[in-house]
């Protein structure tokens, strides 16, 4: 079963079709929850893995998560670029069992509501679950959806069955559900999205964002402590107070001045942390590792954003294959939920149909495959020509390699 699938049913009762969902929003008040949080720490972590594993309170691991966003250019990079790899593919409806009027319906839709759809899928994928209010309009005497709806500060809470009611669609026996002042809130079916997964992505990078900043603090120290010299003021016995002040103050503007001026009586050295190096580099080498962390757990590999120290043309095609895979994974999902949306919605303004949404993910050999192609091609073309004495006439050489004749451009 696909993470996607419980949103809505395989297939639509009938006895859904025709009913409509109310274009009014439903009120919820997301500002009674706040923990104010100003930075991650190892104790909010732990205290919020204990409220979700004792009572399924999402609270404090949802505002950790946003916190972690926010803060953490890093995560949010990664996640964009996942993101707008996904909307770079666009859905295709099937149009065998549609009307002109549905097609022209769903693809107006598309185009106005995919990349939302993908920034849902993707913020789910990372949180392991998704809380939306859609957001219904009539045009055209006609239900549309014009958006989704996010809140911040609710107390959402993953339960059983058994206390969330009867008829709710689970994973592993159970599912997302909205508590307001501990009791459990009854929401109308149609308005809401309330997707539950027991993978989080965000749940395993909050360490890494800890280890990140307290090495990128001692870093800083550190580099402030011995980036510099150590100055050292000398002075000879007998020297009077006021020659020791005059020492002092040299020795802490030194810093700022390009020249100094003391008494033949007093010296002042500068003392270089010849072996510091080693020491920071330990901060430097723990940084990049969480980075690289943080970039694999989100994009499954590394060269994406960069080309690290070890790159070569075979590591470039394992990573460039994991990239299409959690692409291809991104977008059956997304193809999931537009699938299911674009069906209630059938069923809600046409007919009982269901409504199957397509994103493509092209066959074109990226631009790593192509080179390992052609070196394949060229290597057989060799043995061909020198040791088979096979002729290759030069229209085979430039449509092949997809090279410009004398005098033309390519």
Known sequence: MNILDRLFPAKVAPTS???????????????????????????????AKQMFRYDGRLLLLDQLYSLLIEEDDNVSGRIETRAEALKSKWPVISSSELSEQQVKFFTDLSNRLYPEIVDLVIDFKMRGYCFRQIEYAMEDNLYTINGFADYENLDLRVVAPTSAGKN????????????????LQNLPPLQFIQLYSKKSILKSLLKYYV???????NWASFTEIFGKPLRVGKYKPGATASEKSELWNMLTNAGGD????????????FIQHSAT????????????????????RILGQTLTTGVG?????????????????????DARDAELLCSNLYTRLNNI??????????????????????????????????????????????????????????????
Do not use: W
């Not at 280890?211 to 603090?217: H, I, N």
């Not at 020198?386 to 085979?396: A, F, G, I, Q, S």
């Open 309 to 329: 120290d070890k790159g070569s043309f075979a590591l470039g095609n394992v990573h460039d294959a994991v990239r299409k895979d959690i692409l291809a994974g």
């Open 258 to 269: 390009l020249a100094a001026m003391i008494s033949e009586n007093m010296a002042m050295e």
């Open 349 to 410: 303004n046409f007919n009982t149909n269901r409504v199957e949404v397509t994103i493509p993910i092209e066959d074109e050999p990226s631009p790593l495959e192509k080179a390992d192609i052609n070196l394949k091609r060229a290597q057989t073309d060799v043995i061909l020509t020198r040791d088979l004495n096979v002729k290759l006439d030069e229209d085979y050489f430039y449509t092949t390699y997809e090279r410009a004749r004398p005098g033309e451009t390519k």
């Open 17 to 47: 079709a025709g009913k409509s969902p109310s274009v009014t929003l439903v009120s919820i008040d997301d500002t009674t929850y706040r923990f104010n949080l100003q930075s991650i720490t190892p104790g909010q972590i732990i205290s």
């Open 168 to 183: 709710v669609p689970t994973t592993s026996g159970k599912s997302l559900q909205l508590f307001k002042d501990e009791v």
């Open 277 to 296: 190096s080693a020491s920071s580099d330990l901060y430097k080498n723990l940084c990049n590792f969480c980075k690289d962390a943080v970039t694999t």
């Open 211 to 217: 280890f990140f900043s307290f090495a990128l603090e």
